[in-house]
């Protein structure tokens, strides 16, 4: 399998990893759990989980950084900074990654996001935001509620704008007729250890399904069984389940 890691600079963000798996298909972006690096989907068996798809050349994954150790993960600062924060790190994937997988894949039929726990967020994040590059979001365990992480301190616009169930809930008109048009979400969790506490993936993942479903925007809830837990083990299966029907 082709691999190659390059590192990249942003303004406000720092340097960040980059690690492309494969040699042609559908960019897959991958996001890792909170707070983890490029590498962390390699060495806990996921990219191995979508070797087939790689090396038959139907996907080339993505894989980035998060710093969310600067952002949602820095639980001394109120969640409005840590928002402020996180709006640095969008900017850095919208102005810096997605020229890059532009360049390295021309012509592509639009980028699929994912992500683990909190890389299930940013996946969906993105996929909402903006559809138009990110056509495709699978979440695996996702919480989509900052504001749940950890919040305090007064939340205003930055807040707002970086949680799902706030600005969806909120969308209506031309905008909420464009995102319906565009975007794609599949949310998949599991019902056993650690999707409901201390994560709240499960309540999470149901509460954005029925936000979803009362604007119309299209969507799949994917629930799995009670032995389904929030661990490596079973994204694996989960992500091998959907992604095919993607590229």
Known sequence: MEREQVELDTEGVGRGSL???GH???PLLVFPSEAGRAWDFENNGMIQAIAPLIDAGRVKAYCVDSFDHLSWSENSLPTEERAHRHATYERWILDTIVPVIDRDS???SGIITTGCSMGGYHAVNFGLKRPDLFPVAISLSGNFDPTSWHGWGEFGEATYFANPTAYVAGMGGDHL???RQHASIVLVVGQGAFEVH???SLPGAQRLAHILADKGIPHELDLWGYDSAHDWPWWRKQLAHHLPRFC
Do not use: L
Request: overall charge positive; proline content about 13%; hydrophobic content about 25%.
């Open 19 to 21: 690690i492309r798996y």
């Open 24 to 26: 042609w298909g559908r």
């Open 106 to 108: 021309p012509g592509h």
């Open 177 to 179: 007729q464009w995102v």
């Open 198 to 200: 201390p994560t709240q």
